[in-house]
């Protein structure tokens, strides 16, 4: 079984192939994972040269004041597109990820713990996700890292091999 840093190296190193080839640059808007997502693209090859930054909104308000967010629940699919909307405006960048949901232990919003909405947006593009991880919050955000960085792979153009 792949060891689960190595998953995270791995699809980060596929994000920044594709961005650099298709001459993107990259943000993260996080909630519930906290700067996850953030990490595993800084530390992905030549980061400087298509990584943007990313912004941890994690209070309700600083998603307001900060991404402009105007969903009336946080935990919700439309949270997450305008994180993923914000994200790009704030930090200027072409792609995007965002994620926000209830990471545990408790019932939030009316969603069940583990319950995420994601978001990726390529030039405007969107692309969303609804998941429902198991296990304490900490998995959740593992979880959660994890399929954000997939879901901005996928969204992205793939490389040409050559």
């Known amino acids: ?4 840093a190595d998953k995270f190296e791995d699809l980060a190193e596929e994000i920044a192939r594709r961005a650099q080839a298709a001459g993107l640059t990259v943000a993260a ?4 994972t906290t700067g996850a997502i953030s990490n595993a693209l800084g530390a992905a090859p030549e980061a400087s040269e298509w990584l943007r ?6 209070a309700t308000e600083v998603k307001r004041a900060l991404l402009g967010v105007t969903a009336e629940k946080v ?3 439309q949270c997450a597109r305008e994180l993923a909307q914000g994200v790009a405006r704030a930090l ?7 994620v926000t949901g209830v990471g545990g232990p408790d019932p939030d919003e009316g969603e069940r713990p ?6 990726a947006s390529v030039r405007g593009e969107l692309r969303e996700a609804h998941w429902q991880f198991d296990g ?3 998995e959740v955000v593992h979880q959660t890292a994890g ?4 879901l901005l792979r996928d969204a992205l153009p793939r490389a040409s091999e050559g």
């Open 1 to 4: 079984m792949q060891d689960p």
């Open 114 to 119: 583990g319950s995420v909405y994601a978001a």
């Open 147 to 150: 399929a954000a960085l997939e």
């Open 75 to 77: 935990a919700s699919a």
């Open 92 to 98: 200027e960048a072409d792609a995007t990820v965002a």
């Open 29 to 32: 808007a996080e909630s519930l």
């Open 53 to 58: 930054g990313g912004v941890v909104a994690y």
């Open 136 to 138: 304490d919050p900490a």
